[in-house]
């Protein structure tokens, strides 16, 4: 009788253990409301514990090269492809062939299946229309309105070394430069004197316009629209030159100590289910499972540059060093 007890007890004790083992570690980049519907209910279905952090884009790359030899993460859920490919390059991502891959575009995803492509964000200003009229200003229509004297320490936007949506804004001017680089950097010198602080996240910005803390700013248009439905007084606005564009993304991360539980929550962030709650968050889904919020912006209402963005990712390093030398390291 001890002994059967005994068996018992082992046998409890490996159940035990095994479900305790039903976890994932999750980097995103995704907004913490967004996040946590998203991970909560795939918690809810499957019962594997997520364990996540929202971090910048530029933060997880970061993150994952110091961890490279002890990854703390499985897994990186959101931010702009450009840090997605930077990884990628870098050897910090694994390469995963979802059978749910086929209801993505083939143009964005990564065709050695590193990353995929969750939704797409053109770049825009949102400027508080209270503050901006009792600041005699008027919300800006194009990237040269940006260096007019009268928005002078009246715009913010984020750091690019940790945020890859400021990253998006330089690489965007480039295009809108027809590549001609000294130009591109000629402005960005011009815009830092109207820019009053460069915050680590490329939301942030457009929280502190929302809150009359500053009249303009510069972000994703998504987080704009979502700032605008929630009651915010303000106007969003295309850059007239052209505006770049993220992509959205998603990684395994090489290494990872759950990688199981990591495929399959990247398999179910590409299921209709969780599709259809990315793209109430008036973003431009790229899954054909999901339809476009009717108050977001479409891809084909902006007039967008033709980013190339594998020559964003590879000359990354440079740029950011180049932006730190010229701009950031002097404020």
Request: proline residues 5%; aromatic residues 8%; without cysteine.
């Amino acid at each position: 009788m001890k002994r059967i007890a005994l068996v018992a007890m082992v046998l409890l004790l490996g159940v035990t253990l095994a479900f305790g083992q039903q976890k994932v570690g999750v980097y995103t980049t995704l907004e913490e409301p967004l996040a946590k519907e998203l991970f909560d209910l795939f918690q809810k279905e499957t019962g594997i514990q997520v364990n996540w952090q929202r971090l910048s884009g530029g933060e997880v790359e970061s993150r994952l090269e110091a961890e490279k030899a002890n990854p703390q993460a499985s897994i990186w859920v959101g931010g702009v492809g450009l840090n997605h490919i930077s990884a990628k390059i870098k050897g910090l991502t694994t390469p995963y062939k979802s059978k749910m891959l086929e209801n993505t575009p083939p143009q964005f995803r990564d065709p050695e299946n590193y990353w995929v492509g969750l939704y797409l964000g053109p770049l825009a200003f949102v400027t508080n229309n209270k503050i901006a009229k009792e600041q005699g200003i008027v919300p800006p229509k194009s990237w040269a309105d940006l260096l007019k004297p009268e928005y002078k320490g009246k715009i913010r936007m984020a750091n690019p070394t940790t945020s890859g949506t400021a990253y998006n804004v330089i690489t965007t001017l480039r295009y809108v430069f027809k590549n001609d680089e000294e130009k591109v950097f000629d402005y960005l010198r011009k815009l830092d004197k109207n820019i009053d602080q460069y915050t680590k996240s490329g939301s942030a910005p457009g929280k502190s316009v929302a809150i009359g803390e500053i009249p303009v700013a510069i972000g994703y248009a998504h987080d704009q629209v979502k700032l605008k439905v929630e009651g915010a007084d303000v106007t969003i606005t295309i850059p007239e030159e052209g505006t770049g564009y993220e992509i959205a993304s998603m990684s395994l991360v090489k290494g990872g100590p759950d990688m199981v539980n990591a495929k399959k929550l990247y398999d179910w962030i590409l299921s209709p289910k969780a599709q259809e709650i990315i793209a109430k968050w008036y973003v431009v889904p790229l899954s054909k499972l999901a339809k476009k919020n009717p108050v977001a912006f479409g891809m084909d209402e902006v007039k967008a540059v033709d980013q190339d963005i594998l020559w964003d990712a590879n000359n990354k390093e440079r740029l950011l060093k180049r932006w730190v030398d010229e701009i950031g390291s002097k404020r």
